[in-house]
């Protein structure tokens, strides 16, 4: 089984500084849990174990709870964003022309699975669903670049233009 390459979390004094401030402004407020989950994702961008820590001590809430919370929910994300952020459609007209293979491809290319970052914070993965470009099926998304028509082969290439 190969080994999963994590990002390390790399959190500043000021973040922490930030989030505690949150925690604080919210403590004693019953569904205090959901928005200081929601302002420490815009302070770090994820929400890792450190910061879900931070939460859950500073809520006074069990770690369990605010974990379960941040799994339910898709708007939070366990894993930092990269620099470029990929999203791959598998919408239905997307899938049917392909987007499947073009995913599969990147995961090779950049060995992350979906959900994950690289290493090097460059590029996360993200699989969507439609984003309203059907007649450009398959899609996927660079930051605010949109590619259609795709084939594996144009894969490569794209990916180029980022490094």
């Given at each position: 089984?190969?080994?999963k ?15 505690l ?28 174990i ?6 859950a ?11 379960g ?7 939070f994300s ?10 791959v459609c ?7 022309k392909?987007?499947?293979d073009?995913?599969e ?5 950049l ?5 994950e ?6 590029f996360?993965l ?8 059907c ?18 082969d144009d894969?490569?290439?794209?990916l180029?233009?980022?490094?």
């Amino acid at each position: 089984m190969e080994e999963k390459k994590v990002v390390p979390f790399n959190g500043t004094k000021e973040q922490e500084k930030q989030l505690l401030e949150v925690i604080e402004s919210h403590k004693g407020q019953d569904g205090a849990a959901i928005p200081v989950l929601h302002k420490a994702q815009d302070i770090y961008g994820y929400l890792p174990i450190e910061v879900q820590t931070m939460i859950a001590e500073g809520l006074n809430i069990p770690l369990a709870e605010i974990y379960g919370i941040v799994t339910f929910y898709t708007q939070f994300s366990l894993n930092p964003k990269g620099r470029y952020q990929i999203g791959v459609c598998l919408g239905t007209a997307c899938y049917v022309k392909g987007s499947g293979d073009i995913l599969e491809k990147i995961k090779s290319i950049l060995g992350i699975d979906v959900g994950e970052c690289t290493p090097d914070g460059k590029f996360s993965l993200d699989a969507t669903r439609c984003i309203g470009a059907c007649g450009l099926a398959p899609v996927m998304t660079i930051n605010d670049d949109v590619y259609g028509r795709l084939v594996v082969d144009d894969v490569e290439d794209i990916l180029g233009k980022y490094e």
